[in-house]
Every structure is written in C-alpha cells, then in structure tokens.
C-alpha cells in the first residue's frame, strides 16, 4: 500500500529535524527547507537550489508542501481582506486581513465550526465539524502572505500580527494550534515576537492550565459579561468553568511567562440592552479592579437571525467611561470588514456574492467578490 507523502508545512523545527535524521540527512537540511518553505514561500522541492538532487528527488517521492486551497476572497471598502479556505474534508473556513498603516493582523481560525455555540457569534451557529491540522492553521498565514506579495524579495504587506481569533476554538484543538503557533515565532519560519501572536479563548481552563507550560504567546479571554449568571447564557462553557475560575488560570497563565509586564486582553462584546447597561460596566469594574487586564470592548457585529442589537455610540461611550474612571486601561474596538460579514463574530465559512452593508440598505456601492470553487 502506497504511503501519503508527509506535509513539511505545518512541521515544527524539532518534528522537521526529525525527519531528515531518518531520511539518513544532517539536522541543517531542516534548516534549509523551513527556510524554502516559510522565507521564500516555495512549495516545490525541484526549487529548492541548495539541496541536492538526489534529496531533491526522494523528498518529491517522501514529502510535500500543501497548503488549503483559497476558495475565493472579498475586499471591503475599509481594505480588510477575507478569504474563503477550503480544508481536507471539503469544509471552509475564513481568514481575515486587517491592514492598519505599518501594521497588518490576521485573523486565523483553528477549526471549520464550533461547538461551544456563543449566542453573539455565527461560528458558533453552525457547529462543530472538524479540527484543523497545523499545515491548514500556519497554511492560512502562508497563503496570505502569497496573496499579499511578501514572498516576493519582502517587497509586500508584511503581516505583523496574528491573532487566533477566528473560527473555533483554539485550546480544544490544542496539539496543532500550539504547533502552528511555535512555527509562527520561529526564527527559521515567520519569527513573529510572542507579544504579536495571541491565541484568544473562550475559557477552556484545562487546555489554559496545560498552555502555560508550553507557550508564551499574548492571551485574550472572552468574557462578555460581569457575572456567571449572564455568562451562563451568552457563553454557555462558563457553566463548567466559571469566571472566577476562567480568571484564576488566565492569571497562572500569565505568570508564567517570562516576561513579567504581560496582562491578560479581556474581550468583552457589547450587546444592546443585554451587557451594556452601567450597572454592568460597574459590576466589571469591581471585578477587574486588581486584575491584570487591558479590556477592549466590541461594539457588537450583527448577522442573520442572531436576535441581537448593535448599542448605540452613546452607550459604548458611557461604558467606556465608567471602566475608564475606575481606573482600568480600556480600549474600543473599530468595526473593520462588516461590509463583507468579516468582523468580529460574523465568521461562518461560506463563498458567496454578498451585498455589502450599504446596499442592503438600498444606498449604491458592491463589494468585490471572487469565487474559485
């Protein structure tokens, strides 16, 4: 029976290493094939000069660089990119760009789906379906890297930031995210600094105790809420772990990190008339009050059938305010990429001509949509 190659694209540095020993090689040609692979962007070993051809030619037998499959991409009027990314199975999921001046964030996800079923996000809508390998999580950064021309003698929009926070969630597929995530800060690989990669949860303390021996990326907690009685509904894991719980491990999480001015990004969605209210940005002054946090508030991103309301301007600026004289560093998260459902939370994995915002409303105005499978 003939064996499936083995994809180098999501392999580690120690796995690559590995490899090439029982290939009967030096440790260096793991050195120089990351360097092919994540540098130089290239994916056929034909192209790789500094490897002989016999390696050459027995890695084209053994091995292979695969990436997913880009299924289509929009471009919203603000700049944000998303792409549609077929995986193994046929599932899709959406990678987002944000470009900022120098800065550009990408917003990666860690499976097609999700079973934790949020009631302010889409994701969680559709439910869970499969976990994404390394190859297709770190493949969603190599692709857009491609797309933005960075390969290209580093002459493209450079990404500088990535942030998992796209479909699904990322500590219940613990393995290949923690691996995706060790290329991202590999020198030999993307060589991002681990305040730039920052893996967001929704609270699966298990997974975040065992984090805290194995990674030293920036971490964001979805709170949403000030008390376990509101959290229970809107983030329905909080049920089995409970804030003061979530709280405790994402501070041991911090801890741990050899960089002692690290705080824990607190998420908090803002929703109308459910969350927003002073009596509950009062309740997560209390609750914040000693804890090493920086909070960004999401004015919250509406999709179909999600029976939740944007707060107006008036009652973002007042929460603001109450955290803001309680002392607490507060940030307000600018809407990017609603025009084409790629904001926070409107992620679902679909390729299709939407109309954008405007145009919904009956104002001129389409959006870019290109569709390739």
Not at 2 to 19: D, E, H, I, Y
Request: aromatic share 6%; with cysteine; proline share 4%.
């Amino acid at each position: 029976m003939k064996v499936a190659p083995v994809n180098l694209l999501g392999m580690s540095r120690s796995k690559m290493q590995v490899l090439f020993k029982e290939l009967g090689e030096p440790s260096y040609r793991a050195q120089q094939v990351m360097k092919w692979i994540h540098h130089a962007g290239v994916d056929d070993f034909k192209l790789m000069s500094n490897l002989g051809k016999n390696l050459r030619e027995h890695l084209s037998r053994v091995a292979e660089v695969r990436a997913p499959r880009i299924a289509g991409h929009q471009i919203s009027t603000d700049g944000t990119r998303k792409w549609a990314i077929r995986v193994a199975g046929g599932g899709l999921i959406e990678t987002v760009l944000i470009p900022d001046g120098r800065r550009a964030t990408l917003c990666v996800s860690s499976q097609v789906g999700c079973s934790l079923d949020c009631s302010f996000c889409a994701t969680g809508k559709q439910g869970f379906q499969q976990n994404l390998s390394a190859a297709e999580i770190i493949g969603q950064l190599w692709l857009a890297l491609k797309a933005c021309d960075a390969f290209q003698n580093g002459k493209g929009r450079k990404i500088t930031n990535v942030v998992m926070m796209g479909m699904g969630e990322p500590l219940l597929n613990f393995d290949n995210v923690v691996d995706a995530m060790d290329l991202m800060l590999d020198d030999l690989a993307y060589g991002l600094s681990r305040r730039r990669v920052t893996l967001s949860t929704s609270g699966v303390v298990p997974a975040l105790d065992r984090l805290a021996g194995r990674s030293q990326v920036s971490l964001a907690i979805s709170l949403h809420a000030p008390n376990d009685s509101l959290r229970n509904e809107l983030v329905p894991l909080n049920r089995k772990y409970p804030i003061e719980m979530l709280l405790a491990s994402a501070r041991n999480y911090i801890e741990s990190q050899t960089d002692r001015n690290r705080v824990v990004s607190i998420e908090y969605t803002l929703l109308a008339g459910v969350n927003d209210q002073p009596r509950q940005a009062l309740e997560l002054a209390q609750l914040l009050q000693s804890y090493p946090c920086k909070i960004n508030l999401i004015p919250f991103n509406p999709f179909s059938g999600s029976g939740y309301r944007r707060p107006s301007g008036n009652a973002v600026s007042r929460f603001w305010k109450i955290l803001v004289d309680a002392g607490l560093r507060v940030t307000v998260r600018t809407t990017r990429g609603d025009d084409i459902d790629a904001a926070c939370g409107q992620l679902v994995g679909q390729v299709r001509d939407r109309p954008r915002r405007s145009e919904r409303h009956g104002l001129a105005g389409t959006v870019p949509v290109v569709a390739l499978g």
